[in-house]
């Protein structure tokens, strides 16, 4: 592999965020990769880069975006008003996957919660990616908690 670098993602890099998190078997059913693409994403780019308190970042090498993760900044009254971050939308190409860049890119992300005065850094993954979860495990990350979620439509 060679080397990424881990920056803020741009407009530019939308279309191919949206075709890493369409590529697999979850994705391919809940995002939209035509061409022109749906301006939708592009009105959640502009709320995401309105937030200060969001990161969506990319993965870049050799001029293309090999992976994106998204990062909410989130506090709360609980644990004396402590930072979270909350890890999401984590993707990696499938040409660059078991090098290493996924654990690279990890990193980068909890050290952008620490830089940020993050107490805890969080994630979700489907219970069916059995694969993410042994990944997340071997990262150190716990399954302290269950998830549940109420989809509005």
């Known amino acids: 592999m060679t080397d990424a670098v881990f920056r803020r993602a ?6 191919a965020i949206v075709e890493l998190l369409a590529n ?9 990769v035509r061409d022109p693409p749906n301006p939708k994403y592009a009105e ?3 709320a995401i ?8 970042a990319i993965a870049e090498s ?3 975006v090999v992976g994106c993760l998204q990062i909410s900044f989130i506090t709360g009254l609980s644990k ?7 890890i999401e939308s984590v993707r990696i190409s499938p040409d660059h996957r078991g090098g ?4 690279k890119m990890i990193a980068w992300a909890i050290a952008e919660c620490r830089r940020r005065g993050c107490g805890t850094v969080q994630l979700t993954t489907d219970k069916t990616r059995l694969d993410a ?3 997340y495990v071997s990262l150190g990350f716990v399954a302290s908690h269950e998830g549940m979620k109420l989809e509005l439509k």
Not at 100 to 103: E, F, T, V
């Open 10 to 15: 741009t407009s530019a890099d939308v279309p």
């Open 24 to 32: 697999d078997v979850l994705g391919r059913t809940r995002e939209d």
């Open 44 to 46: 959640a780019f502009a």
């Open 49 to 56: 880069e309105a937030d200060g308190n969001q990161l969506l």
């Open 62 to 64: 050799d001029g293309m």
């Open 80 to 86: 004396i008003g402590m930072w979270r971050g909350q």
């Open 100 to 103: 290493g860049l996924g654990r």
């Open 133 to 135: 979860q042994r990944f």
